[in-house]
């Protein structure tokens, strides 16, 4: 795995490498096989944390840590701070020895790579992309990037574009495969079976929809959305699990002040038939409220605040309701709304008409459908990539 001689000639072209700061001290190792997951975007710490759990399903001892390009210390708890400099890169890869990299998406950096190669330790290239093509072509030496891309052992792409722009670009052909995206939801919320059967017996044949992390200043829009859904099934049924739990007993004295018959959770451990809007004010995982709700709307994105990852609801069967400002989860927002697994309201006046268009239940199920696929397609993917590693390790004796 001799560094070849294109990749030396541009290196040396982008001048001294070595004057990164001192590697900051790393965790202690680890026993057992250490990977290596090289990410360019904190989006991607999911996925790898989802491949991280399904490795260890079984009890092996593997630790897949995580670096990023661009790290800050409120990602500490998820990910190092990606080597800069040669010398930091070599005393990275001697503390850790790990047994293979990951390579995730793309943004491919010489030196890094090199490094890696120089080192001799396995490497496979994921949820590959065109990312960093472009950027290199202007100091590029003729046959770097294909001895780059050389080294990565399978090549597993995004998309069909991805995967001919790579072989064009060098990567060797009988070792590219169009995969599709990792997993990159977490695990799918808990919530007690017994628990969710007492409240669906007690709802019966109610039609419930849910607004979850709801802002406070919100309580006016949904009480809206509320009475005009509620035109077309008069036992509907809002519930409310509000961002921060103290204000739950706000909610409920405005929407009461509203005209509307409600009860907290703490007060009744089921809705009576009477109650229109039921505020939660207990700490109940809402993979409970997730799964009664066919239909769920996403809190604060009327008004940008902070708010819930779609995927939560999509991965449990629930149809999403969201407005425009979904940050930080606009690429799981995006990817719903891409296969019309998800509906998006601009106004708080298309809140009302969108739940009432929900109560149809074929409607309803088709989004939910829509969205289990978008959640769950990368699953296989993941899988996949699990048995990659797997053959991997047993190949490498451990």
Known sequence: MA???SIAVYLASLGSSD???RLTDQPPRPPGVVIWARCSDPEQLTAIETLHRKLTEDGDPVRVIATLRDWTESLSARALAEPKGKANIRAFISHWRPTMVIWVRGDLAPLLLAEIRTAQVPSMLVD?????LEQMTGSWVPGAMRSLLSQFDPVLTIDQNAAERLIRAGARPGIVRVSGAMEDCAPPLPCSDAERRELAQSIGTRPVWLAVSADLHEWS??????????RRAHRLLLIVVPRDSADAAIFATNLRSAGLHVTLRSQEPEPAEPTQVYVIDT????GLWYRIAPTTYLGGTLHGAATRDPFEAAALGSAVLYG???????KHAARLNAAGA???IRSATDLGPAVETLLAVDKAAILAHAAWDVTSRGADVTNR???IIQRRLAELGH
């Open 342 to 344: 998800s509906r998006l």
């Open 3 to 5: 560094r070849s001689l």
């Open 221 to 230: 829009e949904l009480c809206a959305a509320h009475v005009l859904a509620s």
């Open 385 to 387: 990539i699990v048995g």
């Open 19 to 21: 004057r990164a700061a």
């Open 283 to 286: 700490d109940e995982e809402l």
């Open 324 to 330: 425009p400002q979904v940050a930080p989860f606009q």
């Open 128 to 132: 590959a992309t065109v990312d960093g």
